[in-house]
Structures are given as C-alpha cells and as structure tokens.
C-alpha cells in the first residue's frame, strides 16, 4: 500500500477505538491517511489522537475555517475510502443519498472505491432494512468487509461486529495488488446447487451455497473480465457491474445455459455442486404420504463439466472443482484427465473450515502439467485470487 492514499471515515460506534490500530497500521504499510469524523464518532476517540496518528487534520465539518467545498477536494484525492465502523445510521443515510456530515459529504464526492466496515448490534444488522439499505450501497459497486472472515461479502452476511484492523488491511492489500491481468477475457463461471424436482413442492438438491462461485466471479470481474455467471438457486448474488447472472434451477437448465455461452469464452469453471441424479418422471402433483416408504427411480444428470470439456478448443482455458471425502487426490486427479481441465481445485469434506457454507476454504491445486500445489486454510477471497493468480501465472499470459 506504499504511497496510497486513504480516507478513513469514521462513525458513531463504540468500535472506532478500533481506528486508532487502523490508521497506526495504514501509515506503517506507507499509506497516506486522512481521517473523516462525524459528530458522534468524536464521544467515543479522541479527534487528536488520530490527527498525531496521521499527521493529518482530521475533518469534522462540511465547512471548515481553509474551505467550504473540502468534501469535493477530498472525493477526488483519495484513492479508497473506507467507513471503519460504518454505523447503521451513516449506512441508510449513504444509501438513500442523505449529506449531512463531512462523511456523507464524501461518500457522495468520491470517484474512488468505498469499503465498508459495519458495526452495530447483531439484530441491527440483520433487520431487512439495514440489509435492504446495504444492498442498495453494493449495487453502486461499494464493498462490504464482513467480520466473519475479514471477507468481501455477497447477500445475508455478517453478524454486525466491526472486521478486526488486521482483516481490514489484508482485504485492502488484495484490493491493491491486484491488477486488470484479465482484461479483454470472458469468463464463464457455474455456482451454487442445482435442484433436480420430485414434484411441484419437493427436490433433490444439496448443500451448496455459491459463496465460492460468487467469490470467483467478483474476483474475475475486479481484475477486469467479463463475465457470465450460470448460478443455481442460491440467497447469495454477484455485485460486480461486469458480471452476468443467469439464474438456473435443474442440472439440464445449467448445462444448456453454459453451453450457449460456451464457445465464445477464454477461461471456464466449474465450480456448481450439480446433482449426481435426478427423477426420470416428475410428479404432477405433490406426492402424499401414501405408505411408510417411497422408491424413488432416478437417472443420471448430465455431466457439464466433462461435455464441455469434449467441446473445450484450444485457446480455452477449463478448471475444475473436486469436493472429496475419500481418496480425495485420486479422485481429484482421475476428473483432471476424464474432464479435460487444465487444472482442478480439491477441497476436503475432512478439512475443518472447508467445503459447504463455511467462509473459509482449503485447497489444493493439480495442473495438467504435474504440479501439485497446496494452500493454507483461507477466505473464500483469497482462495478466489489464489485460483485466479494461478490461472493468470500458468494459463492466460502464455495462451494467445
């Protein structure tokens, strides 16, 4: 973060002692920093304690003594703003365009990216109108760092506690040393469950969230790609302006989805847990409890992954995911030849953290040139940019 330049803005929360870490930490890594106040965030830090953590004046008023148009100076100074705590109050009043502090004043200034950092009660937090209000601030492209995980996150997230400063400033580490590596690419992505119907009211599905589908699109889209997002059900969805959601319920619908969307992609991946079987009748009407069992015949769905990979041409780039629970290298390599992936990315049912509904995740990586390549426990994200960052290093650079 050398030379970066920061607004740190702070609101009325009993963690914006937190900002006194925050901006000590900002300032070590190299960044500029210029802090932001409102009225009742100065009840709970000291306005000097930050301006001598700084070495800046830290703004409390839309008007001050050098200039009453300083919010506008600011918005085009910056190159991040991050509300760290981000209240309630300040969150709705951000969405519904309310200026009325010199962080509001802003926000509604700024041409850089806005990160948030909610901190509030659990129930504040999780009330519709706090997460309908929050939702409105992701359509606009800001980003929300979730205290979970210290993730960027997508939906329903969250359970209000400020992210820790260490989080923070690893999620806007990731932020910077990212470059535009795919721009000029299209990429196709598959996430979420599939659900195969029984009848009108019941399915065969499973426990997939798409968190780590939408991660990948997020990913993929910041660092400059387009693309087309084929999503099972699922209550999460992509913010990112250059992402496509297609939204799908069956396997078949997910297939014929990608399938159109196939040919005139660069990169791949297949990272749906689409269902193995499905019903070969769907009943009309809803199944009643007839006796104290129920057979039910299925057929196997098609295999997208390994029907693309027949069509996959040779400037295309094809990843894979395995989620295992036995012999999981075995299994993981036998899909990277049977498929035709270039690479193929394994997580453990067996590794604590890992696989369905978690925010973290631990993989491992097998190439189709040999390599194996074993990563630490990590947030969705950076799982997201490790695969990403291998794709770039191994795949795209080098393939015209």
């Known amino acids: ?75 085009l100074w910056a190159d991040v703003m991050l509300v760290a705590p981000a209240t309630a109050t300040t969150i709705s009043k951000m969405a519904n365009g309310i200026c009325d ?16 950092a909610p901190a509030m009660d659990r129930d504040m937090w999780l009330h519709p109108a706090t997460q309908n209000n929050f939702k409105k601030l992701q359509s606009y492209n800001n980003h929300l760092i979730d205290a979970e995980e210290g993730e960027l996150a997508s939906g329903l997230v969250g359970k209000g506690r400020m992210a820790e400063p260490e989080d923070i400033i690893k999620h806007l580490e990731i932020f910077f040393n990212q470059g535009q590596d795919l721009k000029d690419k299209t990429v196709l992505i598959t996430a979420g469950p599939t659900y195969e119907a029984l009848d009108p009211v019941r399915f065969i599905g499973n ?12 990913v993929c889209a910041q660092r400059g790609a387009q693309v087309h997002l084929v999503l099972g059900p699922s209550a999460l969805s992509a913010q990112h302006e250059n992402i496509k959601t297609i939204s ?89 030849s049977k498929k035709n ?29 040999g390599e194996k390549m074993p990563f630490e426990l990590k947030t969705k994200v950076e799982v997201a940019h490790d695969i990403i960052n291998t794709l770039v290093e191994n795949y795209v650079i080098n393939k015209k």
């Open 1 to 75: 973060m050398q030379g970066k330049k920061i607004i740190l803005a702070l609101t009325g929360s009993i963690a914006a002692y937190k900002a006194a870490y925050l901006t000590r930490m900002l300032i070590k890594k190299g960044a500029e920093v210029k802090v932001l106040m409102t009225p009742s965030a100065t009840a709970f830090i000291s306005p000097l304690t930050l301006s001598t953590l700084s070495k800046n004046d830290v703004h409390q008023s839309v008007i001050d003594e050098d200039s009453w148009n300083n919010h506008v100076e600011l918005g």
């Open 207 to 218: 426990h997939s969230s798409g968190k780590m589908g939408i991660a990948l699109a997020e």
């Open 341 to 369: 992936f270039d690479f193929i990315v394994l997580n453990s049912l067996n590794d604590k953290g890992a696989g369905f509904k978690h925010n973290t995740n631990k993989i491992t990586i097998f190439t189709n040139k």
């Open 101 to 116: 502090t010199i962080v509001t004043a802003v926000y509604l200034s700024a041409k850089c990216p806005v990160f948030f």
């Open 248 to 336: 799908v319920k069956s396997g078949s619908e997910m297939y014929e989805q990608a399938k159109a969307r196939h040919s005139n992609c660069d990169v791949v991946i297949f990272a749906a847990a689409v269902s193995d079987y499905t019903p070969i009748e769907r009943a009309p009407q809803k199944i009643k409890k007839a006796s104290d069992t129920l057979t039910l015949e299925l057929k196997k769905t098609i295999d997208i992954a390994k029907n693309l990979g027949a069509l996959k041409q040779e400037n295309q780039v094809h990843i894979g995911f395995a989620l295992e629970t036995t012999n999981e290298e075995e299994f993981a390599q036998k899909k990277l």
